[in-house]
């Protein structure tokens, strides 16, 4: 039988003596103790063998043979053909070699050379949690995730389940009004757990990219969305609700059983495959650039978040819906010079999003009508803590009007 151990800094090699009651605790077998002046250093490694356990041979790393006694007792699980190795580490960090750049070196410069732009997002490096070193790298792979394939990246094919297609609700028994009044529901159950904005964004993508290769029937609906919601929370939460609470929120509807078997059918059809750009992820590194005011930002979250009420919307990919809601709040409150940080950081230009701006203007009208039904949105930025956003009369502007014309005429 062979055993394994290891020799780390503090473990004595001094005859055998040791604490009486106390064992090395490098050494699972406290049975095993080193004996005599053997000469052991960090770094050597060792192989035990002999009859009976009495003596041992020595064999270090530094190729010089070195004899050394070791005593094993007949208690030992080790019997005569036994072979015991050792490998004694060294804690001490290895010599600095002058060709070896520093990690700061290395990290400013792939992202300079491979994404050839200028690195702004530097100015938090003081900051470890924002990652600025690599946060170019991060978004570019959150671009590419957005597609199945790309010239220069290639995506997997288990990537495509990340995408929604089109009207995906056609020919099914749920209709895009039911996707709405579900959402609507999500948001007021979002607010009510006081979850992250990143939770309710994810909870919806779970639930569009189920439902457009699953057929449910409406009777499932709301268990499908409290489902995801419990998904969600336990992707981006730190302190996630217990299950019991999920099923009372639906007025024990849906027992934990219930959700339960739904979360299987769900990891199951998404193939574990949760994380995905979510349009707070841009919107976020947009304002930090441009350096907006708090007032831009609430609103450019407000027309973010009732895009996912639009079920006309679900094709957009999430960084077009972050650029055009980013966009549309710097015109209506006199941000026309950060629109210089648009194409370049948030990857689109002013053309390329007006046909999404034109659909969140129209969800702008659609939510002020006095027999609308989905408000939880617009009633969540009423309040003081999102600067009652939603009750400004900039909303009422003659941009809003223009860019939702020609859709609002279809409604």
């Known amino acids: 039988m062979g055993l394994g151990a290891e020799v780390r800094r503090g473990c004595r090699c001094d005859g055998g003596r040791q604490p009486r009651g106390r064992s090395c605790p490098a050494f699972p077998f ?16 060792l192989a035990f063998a002999g009859q009976g356990g009495q003596w041992v041979s020595v064999s270090p790393s530094r190729r010089k043979p070195i004899s050394c006694h070791a005593r094993l007792p007949l208690s030992s699980p080790v019997r005569s053909a036994a072979a015991v190795q050792l490998r004694i580490y060294s804690p001490s960090a290895p010599e600095p070699c002058e060709s070896v750049p520093t990690a700061g070196i290395l990290c400013q410069a792939f992202s300079e050379i491979h994404l050839q732009s200028d690195d702004q997002d530097m100015e938090g490096s003081s900051d470890p949690n924002q990652c600025s070193s690599y946060m170019k790298e991060i978004y570019n792979y959150l671009r590419c995730m957005e597609v199945v394939t790309t010239s220069i990246n ?4 288990t990537q495509e389940n990340r995408l929604v297609r089109y009207q995906y609700l056609a020919g099914q028994e749920i209709s895009g009004d039911m996707r709405a009044v579900l ?41 499908l969305g409290v489902t995801a919601l419990y998904i969600a929370s336990k992707y981006e939460e ?7 609470d999920f099923s009372c929120i639906t007025d024990q509807t849906f027992s934990k059983a219930h959700i339960i078997h739904m979360e299987r059918k769900i990891l199951k059809a998404l193939d574990f495959s949760l994380g995905c750009p979510l349009p707070p992820h841009f ?11 708090s007032e831009q930002y609430v609103m450019a979250n407000y027309l973010m978040e009732l895009c996912i009420v639009d079920y006309d919307m679900v094709h957009f990919p999430p960084s077009m819906i972050a650029a055009a809601a980013f966009c549309l709040s710097l015109k209506l409150l006199k941000g026309h010079k950060l ?9 689109y230009t002013e053309s390329e ?16 009508k006095y027999d609308a039904k989905q408000k939880a949105i617009m009633e969540k930025y009423a309040t003081v ?25 279809k409604m």
């Not at 629109?339 to 990857?347: G, W």
Request: proline share 5%; with cysteine; net charge positive.
């Open 30 to 45: 406290p049975s095993i103790q080193l004996g005599g002046q053997c000469g052991v250093q960090l770094g050597d490694s």
């Open 154 to 157: 290639p995506i997997p094919s």
């Open 183 to 223: 959402v609507d529901w999500l948001v007021q159950t979002h607010m009510f757990f006081k979850f992250q904005q990143e939770t309710l964004f994810l909870t919806v993508s779970i639930i569009d990219r189920f439902l457009q290769d699953n057929v449910i029937s409406k009777t499932d609906l709301q268990l």
């Open 238 to 244: 730190i302190v996630v609700p217990c299950i019991g």
């Open 283 to 293: 919107l976020k590194r947009a304002s930090k650039i441009a350096q907006v005011n």
């Open 339 to 347: 629109l210089s940080f648009l194409q370049h950081y948030t990857f």
């Open 353 to 368: 999003i007006l046909p999404v701006m034109q659909h969140v203007a129209k969800n702008v009208i659609a939510v002020q």
């Open 385 to 409: 803590a999102n600067r009652k956003i939603s009750t400004t009369e900039k909303l009422y502007s003659p941009i809003i009007w223009d860019l939702a014309k020609p859709l609002v005429k």
